[in-house]
């Protein structure tokens, strides 16, 4: 049974930072790409950063020269360390899988509030 668990959610001051994690199990991780998507309230989801099962890395534009994707094999986890974050950046992230062949896997998601 594949698992998705995200952590590191939570309330932070603009310009602060936050990192969160997710912890996968059920996969063979080390070739699954992996991403993080966002939804914020009334919006779609949308894609914030990935990264390939060689360590190639991707980010949306709106958080490129804040956000930094990684990922530890050897722990079957994937980082978002979030910097600079703004109140824009408020939403529930998710962590996905995505298998050589097939659909993503989901997590449940875990709530970012930036506000004052």
């Known amino acids: 049974q594949v698992q998705l668990v995200e952590s590191g959610g939570g309330q932070v001051q603009p310009g602060g930072s936050l990192g969160l994690s997710c912890a996968a199990s059920?996969?063979?991780?080390?070739?699954?790409?992996m991403g993080w998507y966002r939804q914020a309230p009334g919006k779609q989801r949308e894609s914030v950063a990935a990264?390939?099962?060689?360590?190639?890395?991707n980010y949306a534009d709106s958080v490129k020269g804040r956000f930094t994707i990684s990922r530890d094999n050897a722990k079957n986890t994937v980082y978002l360390q979030m910097n600079s974050l703004k109140p824009e950046d408020t939403a529930v992230y998710y962590c996905?899988?995505?298998?050589?062949?097939?659909?993503?896997?989901w997590g449940k998601g875990t709530l970012v509030t930036v506000s004052s």
């Open positions: 996905s899988a995505k298998p050589p062949l097939g659909s993503n896997f």
């Open positions: 059920g996969i063979t991780f080390s070739i699954y790409a």
């Open positions: 990264i390939t099962s060689r360590g190639s890395t």
